[in-house]
Protein backbone atom coordinates (compact mmCIF):
# COMPACT_ATOMS: atom_id res chain seq x y z
CA UNK A 1 0.00 0.00 0.00
CA UNK A 2 3.19 2.30 0.35
CA UNK A 3 4.70 1.34 -2.81
CA UNK A 4 7.67 -0.02 -1.10
CA UNK A 5 10.03 -2.46 -2.90
CA UNK A 6 9.07 -4.99 -0.43
CA UNK A 7 5.29 -5.20 -0.57
CA UNK A 8 2.70 -8.24 0.37
CA UNK A 9 4.19 -10.70 -2.79
CA UNK A 10 7.81 -10.19 -1.15
CA UNK A 11 6.35 -11.12 1.97
CA UNK A 12 4.37 -14.03 0.11
CA UNK A 13 7.78 -15.39 -1.51
CA UNK A 14 9.55 -15.30 1.21
CA UNK A 15 6.72 -17.29 3.53
CA UNK A 16 6.21 -19.91 0.59
CA UNK A 17 10.14 -19.89 -0.18
CA UNK A 18 10.53 -21.02 3.53
CA UNK A 19 7.74 -23.11 3.78
CA UNK A 20 9.50 -25.05 0.73
CA UNK A 21 12.46 -25.34 2.06
CA UNK A 22 11.04 -26.80 5.46
CA UNK A 23 8.96 -29.45 3.87
CA UNK A 24 11.92 -31.18 1.44
CA UNK A 25 14.01 -31.12 4.74
CA UNK A 26 11.56 -33.55 6.46
CA UNK A 27 10.93 -34.78 3.41
CA UNK A 28 14.78 -36.28 3.04
CA UNK A 29 14.69 -37.13 6.77
CA UNK A 30 11.72 -38.85 6.67
CA UNK A 31 12.09 -40.75 3.24
CA UNK A 32 15.82 -41.57 2.69
CA UNK A 33 16.47 -41.04 6.56
CA UNK A 34 19.30 -38.87 6.55
CA UNK A 35 20.11 -35.37 7.22
CA UNK A 36 19.56 -33.50 10.19
CA UNK A 37 15.45 -32.11 10.35
CA UNK A 38 16.43 -28.61 11.26
CA UNK A 39 19.60 -28.24 9.15
CA UNK A 40 18.04 -26.15 6.33
CA UNK A 41 15.54 -24.49 8.61
CA UNK A 42 18.93 -22.69 10.15
CA UNK A 43 20.09 -22.01 6.90
CA UNK A 44 17.11 -20.08 6.21
CA UNK A 45 17.23 -17.85 8.94
CA UNK A 46 20.61 -17.18 8.87
CA UNK A 47 20.45 -16.61 4.47
CA UNK A 48 17.31 -14.40 5.07
CA UNK A 49 19.68 -11.96 6.53
CA UNK A 50 21.15 -11.38 3.11
CA UNK A 51 17.45 -10.44 1.11
CA UNK A 52 16.81 -8.30 4.26
CA UNK A 53 20.35 -6.60 4.30
CA UNK A 54 19.36 -5.35 0.82
CA UNK A 55 16.32 -3.69 2.33
CA UNK A 56 18.38 -1.31 4.32
CA UNK A 57 19.57 1.53 3.24
CA UNK A 58 21.19 4.74 4.81
CA UNK A 59 20.59 8.01 3.15
CA UNK A 60 22.81 11.10 2.21
CA UNK A 61 22.13 12.25 5.58
CA UNK A 62 22.66 9.15 7.49
CA UNK A 63 19.03 8.71 8.35
CA UNK A 64 18.81 4.35 8.82
CA UNK A 65 15.76 3.42 6.16
CA UNK A 66 14.06 -0.55 5.38
CA UNK A 67 14.71 -2.02 9.36
CA UNK A 68 11.18 -2.95 9.90
CA UNK A 69 10.95 -4.20 6.05
CA UNK A 70 14.58 -6.51 6.89
CA UNK A 71 12.67 -7.69 10.06
CA UNK A 72 9.18 -8.30 8.48
CA UNK A 73 10.85 -10.37 5.94
CA UNK A 74 12.51 -12.31 8.56
CA UNK A 75 9.79 -13.05 10.55
CA UNK A 76 7.75 -13.86 7.55
CA UNK A 77 10.49 -16.98 7.02
CA UNK A 78 9.83 -17.92 10.22
CA UNK A 79 5.76 -18.01 9.47
CA UNK A 80 7.27 -20.32 6.81
CA UNK A 81 9.01 -22.43 8.45
CA UNK A 82 6.44 -23.26 11.08
CA UNK A 83 4.02 -24.22 8.33
CA UNK A 84 6.89 -26.31 6.24
CA UNK A 85 6.91 -28.29 10.08
CA UNK A 86 3.40 -28.62 10.60
CA UNK A 87 3.18 -26.32 13.41
CA UNK A 88 0.35 -24.52 12.23
CA UNK A 89 -0.98 -22.94 15.32
CA UNK A 90 1.98 -21.18 15.61
CA UNK A 91 2.33 -19.81 11.99
CA UNK A 92 -0.95 -18.63 12.46
CA UNK A 93 -0.44 -16.47 15.44
CA UNK A 94 2.46 -15.45 14.06
CA UNK A 95 0.71 -14.32 10.49
CA UNK A 96 -1.82 -12.34 12.39
CA UNK A 97 0.85 -10.77 14.52
CA UNK A 98 3.08 -9.57 11.81
CA UNK A 99 -0.11 -8.32 10.14
CA UNK A 100 -1.23 -6.28 13.17
CA UNK A 101 2.60 -4.59 13.72
CA UNK A 102 3.18 -3.54 9.75
CA UNK A 103 -0.34 -2.58 9.76
CA UNK A 104 -2.32 -1.48 13.24
CA UNK A 105 0.79 -0.12 14.74
CA UNK A 106 2.42 1.53 11.95
CA UNK A 107 -0.85 3.91 12.80
CA UNK A 108 -0.22 3.75 16.80
CA UNK A 109 3.92 4.95 15.04
CA UNK A 110 2.06 7.76 13.51
CA UNK A 111 0.47 9.01 16.28
CA UNK A 112 2.76 9.24 18.51
CA UNK A 113 5.80 10.80 16.06
CA UNK A 114 3.11 13.55 15.31
CA UNK A 115 2.39 14.36 19.27
CA UNK A 116 6.23 14.19 20.09
CA UNK A 117 7.52 17.37 21.85
CA UNK A 118 10.54 16.13 20.29
CA UNK A 119 11.36 16.14 16.61
CA UNK A 120 14.75 15.15 14.30
CA UNK A 121 15.97 17.69 12.06
CA UNK A 122 18.38 18.33 8.94
CA UNK A 123 19.50 21.91 8.91
CA UNK A 124 21.77 24.17 7.12
CA UNK A 125 22.29 27.55 8.24
CA UNK A 126 22.68 30.50 6.37
CA UNK A 127 26.43 31.33 5.01
CA UNK A 128 28.55 33.06 7.76
CA UNK A 129 26.52 31.98 10.36
CA UNK A 130 28.33 30.16 13.34
CA UNK A 131 27.16 27.58 15.40
CA UNK A 132 26.95 29.67 18.97
CA UNK A 133 24.83 32.24 16.87
CA UNK A 134 22.20 29.21 16.16
CA UNK A 135 22.43 27.71 19.37
CA UNK A 136 21.70 31.29 21.01
CA UNK A 137 18.55 31.78 18.08
CA UNK A 138 17.56 28.26 19.54
CA UNK A 139 17.20 29.09 22.77
CA UNK A 140 15.37 32.59 22.42
CA UNK A 141 13.09 30.84 20.58
CA UNK A 142 12.17 28.53 23.37
CA UNK A 143 13.53 25.55 22.26
CA UNK A 144 16.59 23.65 23.36
CA UNK A 145 18.85 21.21 21.30
CA UNK A 146 20.82 17.62 22.05
CA UNK A 147 21.98 15.11 19.67
CA UNK A 148 23.83 17.46 17.06
CA UNK A 149 26.02 15.87 14.60
CA UNK A 150 27.61 17.72 12.22
CA UNK A 151 27.29 16.11 8.73
CA UNK A 152 29.55 18.47 6.73
CA UNK A 153 30.98 21.77 6.43
CA UNK A 154 29.94 22.69 2.78
CA UNK A 155 27.19 22.05 0.71
CA UNK A 156 27.56 22.11 -2.99
CA UNK A 157 25.25 25.04 -3.52
CA UNK A 158 27.71 27.37 -0.95
CA UNK A 159 29.20 27.38 2.61
CA UNK A 160 26.78 26.21 4.44
CA UNK A 161 26.94 24.38 8.13
CA UNK A 162 24.83 20.95 7.91
CA UNK A 163 23.94 18.66 10.65
CA UNK A 164 21.01 16.32 12.09
CA UNK A 165 20.03 18.06 15.90
CA UNK A 166 16.70 16.81 17.89
CA UNK A 167 15.14 19.69 19.00
CA UNK A 168 12.48 19.94 22.16
CA UNK A 169 9.93 22.30 22.88
CA UNK A 170 7.74 23.24 25.54
CA UNK A 171 4.81 20.76 27.06
CA UNK A 172 2.19 22.82 24.94
CA UNK A 173 4.67 22.50 21.45
CA UNK A 174 2.84 20.39 18.68
CA UNK A 175 5.35 18.36 16.05
CA UNK A 176 4.36 21.33 13.87
CA UNK A 177 4.84 23.76 16.36
CA UNK A 178 8.23 22.55 16.24
CA UNK A 179 8.70 22.64 12.89
CA UNK A 180 7.56 26.26 12.41
CA UNK A 181 9.68 27.17 14.59
CA UNK A 182 13.31 26.39 13.71
CA UNK A 183 12.18 27.42 10.29
CA UNK A 184 11.31 30.50 11.02
CA UNK A 185 14.89 31.19 12.58
CA UNK A 186 16.34 33.71 10.57
CA UNK A 187 20.02 32.22 10.49
CA UNK A 188 18.64 28.59 8.64
CA UNK A 189 18.45 28.00 5.37
CA UNK A 190 17.30 24.82 5.00
CA UNK A 191 15.44 22.39 7.99
CA UNK A 192 14.18 19.29 6.55
CA UNK A 193 12.46 16.74 9.00
CA UNK A 194 14.09 12.96 9.57
CA UNK A 195 11.15 10.44 10.09
Known sequence: MKNRPA??????????GACIVMITNQYAVQVFGVGDPVRMAAQVVSGIGFLGAGTIIVTSRN??????????LWASACVGLAVGIGFYEV???????IFVVL???????????????AIELYVELEQAVSMGEFLQAVREAGLAVSNLQIERETNPNGDYLCFLATFRGSKGLTRADLITRVRALSCVHISETIS
Open 7 to 16: GLRTYMLVCI
Open 63 to 72: QIKGLTTAAG
Open 91 to 97: ALIGAVS
Open 103 to 117: TLLHLWDSYMRRHLR
